[in-house]
């Protein structure tokens, strides 16, 4: 089974950057998928990017450009790397291993604990 721990949120003003971690233990290609996720306060949890078992990555419109999500095999460690950050993007960001995509997630994927991300103006 597999476990995720996010790693990396914090705060940052207007157009700086985070990079989040994902360290996954366990077989994490057995997954499938993997993807970020976030909440808000007051709004629904949204799909920001998901990476395929195949290498292929498909990003929300509101952050594509911007965001890039990668994964180190041999450290088992999904990336998220956040650039031009904005006070919208201000939520708890979640690791998912699939499946999932940024418009759906299985009722059998896991997920990480979440890590904070606050963007100030």
């Known amino acids: 089974q597999v476990q995720l721990v996010e790693s990396g949120g914090g705060s940052v003003q207007a157009g700086g950057s985070l990079r989040l971690s994902c360290a996954a233990s366990?077989?994490?290609?057995?997954?499938?998928?993997m993807c970020w996720f976030r909440q808000a306060p007051g709004k629904e949890r949204e799909g920001v990017a998901d990476?395929?078992?195949?290498?292929?990555?498909t990003y929300a419109i509101s952050v594509k450009g911007r965001f890039t999500i990668s994964l180190d095999k041999d450290k088992n460690t999904l990336y998220l790397q956040m650039n031009s950050l904005k006070p919208e993007d201000t939520a708890i960001y979640y690791c998912?291993?699939?499946?999932?995509?940024?418009?759906?997630?299985?009722?059998?994927?896991?997920w990480g604990q979440g890590t904070q991300v606050t963007v100030s103006s």
């Open positions: 998912v291993a699939g499946p999932c995509n940024v418009d759906w997630y299985s009722y059998r994927a896991t």
């Open positions: 366990g077989y994490i290609y057995s997954s499938g998928s």
């Open positions: 990476l395929s078992s195949g290498g292929r990555t």
